[in-house]
């Protein structure tokens, strides 16, 4: 990279993964130029603004699309890349704006999110120079460039252990959507003792969430009430855990088939993997991890394991874990 020129990062504030982000590209580019993918606002904006009620989302990204060209206009001639990662509120208009005052930025967009979750990121793929995703179902049917997420360039082999000495028999750690709620319960109250020497934590945005889906979720009322919180768990508190675990429990969002970072974290670390996404086994030997089935709550088994791989038409792409470094090289390449 040109130690000489300027990076614009437009990423969602999602747990540390974006300081992450600006620390790497703080080694490549001589200036960073950070920012959220969507204004800050309150728990009911940020619904208003997911679901795009009444066409609010629109009047957002277009607003802060705006206000975001205006503080970036000065510096336009410094400014090599633009890298967009999902692009909740960026309007199609921030692209064609940036591109008109300076042809000759790149434009490189992201999603780590699933397309039906993040449905304005197909036009800004149609107007970026490179278009990628983390989620290979994706990838195929709007014909992205697929590139798996990354973990932290910091995690460093775990040491081996016999099962005796974890302290957690499962552990958990992630925002609350879909089915989490109902597969931990289920999971875990089939498991001797396991509700009581697991390490699990639900984490919500605002208790105005937490008491909305309290009230639509049974499962929520079900679980052991410690199992929430409102605190984002610090990476040092979630390396000690999931050091300490004897499993560690992935469950991916229904509409998606990409791999999230806890998954790469986990894999680079040697740990046991629990996962309810099984585009895993593209990228493990199917004796590697256990699947766990949605409905049914119980594990894949290594028949099945080999038929799912078997119907996907690139069969293995036999990816490795990324780090963070390595993950910025394939993109910017």
Same mark, same amino acid.
């Given at each position: 990279m040109n130690k000489n020129s300027h990076v614009v990062l437009i990423c969602p504030d999602f747990f540390d993964y974006k300081a992450l982000?600006?620390?790497?590209?703080?080694?490549?580019?001589?200036?960073?130029?950070?920012?959220?993918?969507?204004?800050?606002?309150?728990?009911i904006e940020k619904a208003l603004i997911k679901y795009n009620v009444a066409n609010y989302n629109d009047y957002i990204s277009r607003r802060y699309s705006q206000q975001l060209l205006d503080q970036l206009t000065s510096l336009i001639h410094d400014i090599t890349t633009i890298f967009i990662i999902k692009g909740t509120s960026i309007s199609p208009f921030f692209i064609q704006s940036i591109k008109s005052l300076n042809p000759n930025i790149r434009v490189i967009v992201y999603c780590w999110d699933s397309?039906?979750?993040?449905?304005g990121f197909v036009k800004l793929a149609e107007l970026a120079d490179k278009a990628m995703s983390f989620d290979f179902a994706d990838c195929q049917q709007y014909r992205l460039d697929y590139v798996p997420l990354f973990y932290s360039d910091d995690n460093t082999q775990a040491p081996s252990c016999e099962k005796?000495?974890?302290?957690?028999?499962?552990?958990?750690?992630?925002?609350?959507?879909?089915?989490?709620?109902?597969?931990?319960?289920?999971?875990?109250?089939?498991?001797?003792? %396991?509700?009581t020497t697991s390490f699990i934590k639900i984490y919500f945005q605002s208790k105005i969430q937490f008491i909305v889906f309290y009230l639509l979720d049974p499962y929520i009322r079900k679980c052991p009430k410690e199992w929430f919180t409102f605190d984002i768990i610090a990476r040092d508190k979630m390396s000690d855990v999931f050091s300490n675990s004897c499993f560690i429990i992935d469950i991916h969002h229904k509409g998606q088939s990409g791999l999230t970072?806890?998954?790469w974290e986990t894999l680079s670390l040697n740990y046991n993997l629990l996962t309810t996404n099984p585009y895993?086994?593209?990228?493990?030997?199917?004796? %590697?991890?256990d699947i766990l089935d949605r409905t049914h709550c119980n594990l894949w088994s290594t028949n099945k394991k080999s038929a799912f791989v078997k119907q996907l038409s690139n069969g293995n792409i036999s990816t490795v874990p990324l780090t963070l470094s390595l993950w910025l090289d394939e993109l910017f390449k």
């Open positions: 982000i600006e620390n790497q590209l703080e080694k490549r580019f001589a200036k960073v130029h950070s920012f959220s993918d969507r204004p800050l606002c309150s728990s397309i039906a979750n993040s449905k005796s000495s974890y302290t957690y028999q499962f552990s958990f750690i992630g925002s609350y959507h879909g089915d989490r709620a109902k597969l931990l319960y289920n999971l875990l109250k089939n498991e001797k003792n %396991a509700l970072m806890r998954t895993i086994l593209l990228h493990q030997p199917i004796t %590697a991890v």
